[in-house]
């Protein structure tokens, strides 16, 4: 029910398999803990009931981001963000590591927030560095581009947070992070993804000419709950299309 292909429901599969251990479960709905990821993921073809597990996980009011869902929300629900995306494999990349990239890890989390926050480049939280490898490259001692690993189905690591500081764009940095990443993938012997909008097509020029080819188009949204949101109670989220 969850799709013939581990990249088909890559939330589902990450949170029933690799990621199983940061899984938060109300009957067949799974989701991240709120500050790693926004993620919530439903059964490949969801019943009326997984739609009210999900909103009874995320409360009245809320915009959770799906990502790939095969089917809109039912009636009452608001979509009030969605958009086209691609999916792209890594079978052709000349993956390879870099010795300028380092690890980053919880020490680095402040900078790597407000990185994401300057470069937009999908959702970063404070723990989102605990779903994978993350490596970045200083200048001057400060953080100005990174790339790392977000999702994980069996067999399979995402590349995502791929970003640049504005300062520093066209020296190559983000294409020597993504083949860092890459490289790190296939030394533990799994294989690369990653997503994009299919309206970036700055990034798919990018991936394509580094050997990433096209999978599918996806379909990516955000739908708020019925009902409103108690007072205070952060309502917003982005769709993770990047």
């Known amino acids: ?9 890559p939330a589902w599969s990450s ?18 803990p709120v500050d790693v990821s926004p993620f919530i993921a439903l059964p490949g073809e ?3 009931a997984d739609w009210d597990e999900a909103a009874a996980m995320a409360g009245p009011g809320a915009l959770i981001p799906f990502a790939g869902a095969s089917v809109p929300p039912p009636g009452g629900w608001d979509v009030p963000v969605s958009g086209r995306g691609v999916q792209f494999v890594g079978d052709g990349v000349a993956a390879r590591p870099d010795g300028e990239a380092v690890r980053l890890g919880a020490a680095d989390v402040p900078e790597m927030l407000a990185l994401a926050a300057r470069t937009r480049p999908g959702p970063f939280l404070p723990r989102t560095v605990e779903l994978g490898t993350y490596l970045g490259i200083r200048r001057g ?11 994980h189905p069996p067999g399979w690591r995402e590349i995502s947070a791929v970003c ?3 300062a520093f764009r066209g020296q190559g940095l983000a294409t020597r992070l993504v083949l860092a990443v ?3 993938i296939r030394d533990r012997g799994e294989k690369l ?3 994009t909008g299919a309206a970036n097509t700055d990034a798919i020029r990018l ?7 096209l999978r599918r188009t996806v379909s990516f949204f955000s739908a708020r709950v019925p009902g409103e949101a108690p007072a205070g109670a952060a309502a917003s989220a982005r769709s993770g299309i990047r």
């Open 182 to 184: 890459a490289a790190g």
């Open 15 to 32: 949170l029933t398999g690799p990621h199983a251990h940061l899984a938060e479960r109300r009957g067949n709905v799974l989701r991240y």
């Open 207 to 213: 991936y394509e000419s580094l050997g990433f080819r």
């Open 1 to 9: 029910m969850s799709g013939s292909h581990p990249l088909d429901n």
């Open 193 to 195: 993804f990653l997503h």
């Open 141 to 151: 001692g400060a953080l100005v581009a990174m790339a790392g690993e977000r999702m």
């Open 164 to 166: 640049t500081d504005e």
């Open 46 to 48: 969801p019943e009326a």
